[in-house]
């Protein structure tokens, strides 16, 4: 059975970091593009992140940009999000969602996504 499991969320302090994963099983990553969404609660699901299967390009929100990357381990059919120098605002679920992959750059547009994780949850907090 096909699964994405997140995991690496959790209560940080703001400016600290956290690593969240992305693990696929039951499929290959290799042939998919990965993107990275958050949901804060009352709000629109955001697209932060992606990145592509074959050239590995990324992609970032500006709301995250300089401070969060992607990264993708085809071997351990695994996809990483270093998020540094958090923020209160970045308080969300993030998920990740794969989609099979068309063109060289990914896409940030969770429409574009049909098949998503559970989420985790990352509260920044003091």
């Known amino acids: 059975q096909a699964q994405l499991v997140e995991s690496g969320g959790g209560l940080v302090q703001p400016g600290g970091s956290l690593r969240l994963s992305c693990a696929a099983s039951?499929?290959?990553?290799?042939?998919?593009?990965i993107g990275w969404f958050r949901q804060a609660p009352g709000k629109e699901r955001e697209g932060i992140s992606c990145?592509?299967?074959?050239?590995?390009?990324?992609d970032y929100a500006d709301s995250v940009k300089g401070r969060f990357t992607i990264s993708r381990d085809n071997a351990k059919n695994t996809v990483y999000m270093q998020m540094n120098s958090l923020k209160p605002e970045d308080t969300a679920v993030y998920y990740c969602a794969t989609v099979r992959s068309k063109f060289p750059i990914c896409e940030m547009t969770s429409t574009t996504y049909n098949f998503w994780g559970q989420g985790t949850q990352v509260t920044v907090s003091s």
């Open positions: 990145i592509s299967n074959s050239h590995g390009s990324t």
């Open positions: 039951g499929f290959t990553l290799d042939y998919y593009d």
